[in-house]
């Protein structure tokens, strides 16, 4: 069957060119499995899909330290302070580490930073809740990046987010997908193909490749020609599976963008209970489990309140949902779902102690990513000794035949507002390396020969992974897919995106 354009993968990339996105809905809300939090709400495109969608700024948090024991009430005022002050301080280490990185040109890891930092150090020495706090902290943020302090890089690790405060959608990210989507799936396209999984792309031209359409797309229900092919397939996947996807075989800089970069898990588990024990005025619990070696210090959860996400409800489900990454999940992706929950209950009943009676676990679902076989991971980060290059080399489109796609880099900016990755560009308006004019001569005059130039482009990627400026995010996802559907628009003018 031969299209113009075939795009892999209809995550949010994969719509706004043409993920890990999954909503559950059997408890009788929505909740997201996957991404579920719009990061920095001023001037991202995701709230211009969405204007109206509900967002929620979590404030009202409770903690319990690893015996279980709750901070007590009586201290709430003096530990909101403490936390924001925590908080501030913790953030400002990582201020600290673009400076220096600024400064010095240096990497290393952010581990080593926060242990040579001595602002950090003075913070943890100022009182007997700080030094609780703190480290606390230090965890929360490996949960959030999905990354190791150990090997996540002070160099890279300070983004262009956007500004605002970080929302929660209420209702899933599943109906932002659909609205990104809608040009397609209002019309239930007959061009979507599901259950069709893609077993390798062929791009070399040769064996009596189709001169209109080159590229052959192998999936398990037949093949596919078209004049190019847009990837958004994830980063994990591609660490595994790239040497057999791809004929012929991936460039040395797209081996080594796929090799470099690091990739993830982050996992959640919902769980419903009988009826709600906790306090309802609370939006997050903080807890931790105990280690598979009890000689390891426990392991750092958070626990959303969905009840109270609800009160539109006359009587919204008990429900808890415990986020937990890197080694933390990795331990549970090897437990049976009856394990995962004997977990959980253990400390829930240590943080609920008064109330042990009355918590009763009636089902759970459990979330494996790194056992998800198209997508083995959550999402990505930039190991020290690595750079945003590497994103960069992974977006670089490849060429007929083999080989990275190449044109002069021009000081204009074609038909994209800024450059690749969703900003304004600088005053020059010049576009990042690796990356094509996209208003070169060099690109081919006659569109329905994609054969006439030997440097045509015919594989795009796109996908979080792929944008240095936004990795990671939902957005960053977003803004990967409008600039390739813009890149492709460009270079090859009369195929319909």
């Known amino acids: 069957m031969a299209q113009k354009i075939i795009v892999i993968g209809s995550g949010m990339s994969g719509l706004t060119a043409g993920g890990r996105i999954k909503t559950d809905t059997q408890y009788g809300v929505n909740i997201d499995m996957g991404a579920s939090w719009i990061h920095g709400a001023d001037g991202n495109p995701l709230t211009d899909l969405v204007p109206n969608a509900r967002k929620v700024v979590f404030e009202r948090i409770q903690m319990f330290k690893p015996d279980g024991k709750p901070i ?19 953030w400002g280490v990582f201020e600290r580490a673009a400076n220096y990185v600024r400064s010095t040109h240096a990497d290393m890891s952010m581990r080593d930073f926060i242990d040579q930092d001595e602002e950090w150090k003075r913070q943890l020495e100022r009182d007997d809740l700080s030094r609780e ?14 990354a190791d302090l150990e090997t996540m890089s002070i160099r890279e690790w300070d983004i262009n987010d956007f500004g605002g405060e970080h929302c929660y959608l209420v209702d899933g990210y599943t109906e932002l997908l659909k609205k990104s989507g809608e040009h397609i799936l209002a019309e239930k396209d007959t061009r979507i193909f ?44 591609l660490k595994a599976h790239h040497q057999s996807i791809f004929n012929p075989p991936l460039p040395i800089s797209k081996k080594q963008a796929i090799e470099g970069l690091g990739f993830g898990v982050l996992d959640k588990t919902i769980l419903k209970f009988e009826k709600a024990f906790w306090p309802m005025d609370v939006e997050f619990f903080y ?83 790194a056992c998800d076989p198209f997508a083995l991971g959550s999402y990505s980060s930039i190991p020290v000794g690595q ?16 080989g990275v796609y190449t044109a ?10 800024g450059d690749i990755n969703g900003h304004s560009g600088d005053s020059n308006g010049t576009l990042l390396p690796l990356l094509p004019n996209l208003t070169s001569p060099a690109i081919p005059t006659d569109p329905s020969n994609p054969t006439n130039n030997t440097n045509n482009p015919v594989v795009f990627f796109a996908g979080e992974a792929t944008n240095r400026n936004h990795f990671a995010t939902i957005h960053g996802a977003l803004l990967s897919g409008r600039r390739e559907a813009n890149r492709m628009i460009n270079l090859l003018a009369e195929c319909k995106v």
């Not at 706090?133 to 999905?146: G, V």
């Not at 080159?214 to 093949?223: C, E, L, Y």
């Not at 999940?329 to 959980?344: P, S, Y």
Request: glycine share 6%.
């Open 287 to 369: 807890g931790f489990v105990d280690n598979a070696d009890p000689t390891q210090k426990p392991s750092l959860v958070s626990f959303l309140n969905v009840t109270r996400l609800h009160p539109e409800l006359s009587d919204p489900p008990a429900i808890l949902v415990a986020y937990y990454a890197q080694s933390t999940a990795m331990r549970m992706e090897g437990l049976t779902d009856k394990q995962v929950g004997e977990v959980f209950m253990t400390s829930i009943k240590r943080n609920f102690s008064d109330n042990v009676d009355e918590i009763k676990l009636v089902d759970l679902t459990v979330v494996r990513w």
């Open 408 to 417: 002069p880099i021009s000081t204009t900016n074609g038909h994209i507002n």
């Open 133 to 146: 706090m703190l480290p606390f902290l230090e965890k929360a943020i490996e949960n959030i990046e999905a």
């Open 194 to 237: 599901l259950n069709h999984v893609v077993t390798s792309i062929d791009y070399s031209g040769e064996k009596g490749a189709d001169v209109i359409n080159p590229v052959t797309v192998h999936t398990n229900q037949g093949d596919f020609s078209c004049a190019a092919v847009l990837t958004t397939i994830p980063l994990g996947y």
């Open 72 to 90: 007590s009430i009586e201290r709430s005022r003096e530990l909101l302070d403490v936390v924001r002050t925590a908080k501030e301080t913790f």
């Open 387 to 402: 750079s945003g290059e590497c994103n960069d080399a992974l977006a670089a489109p490849l060429r007929l035949g083999g």
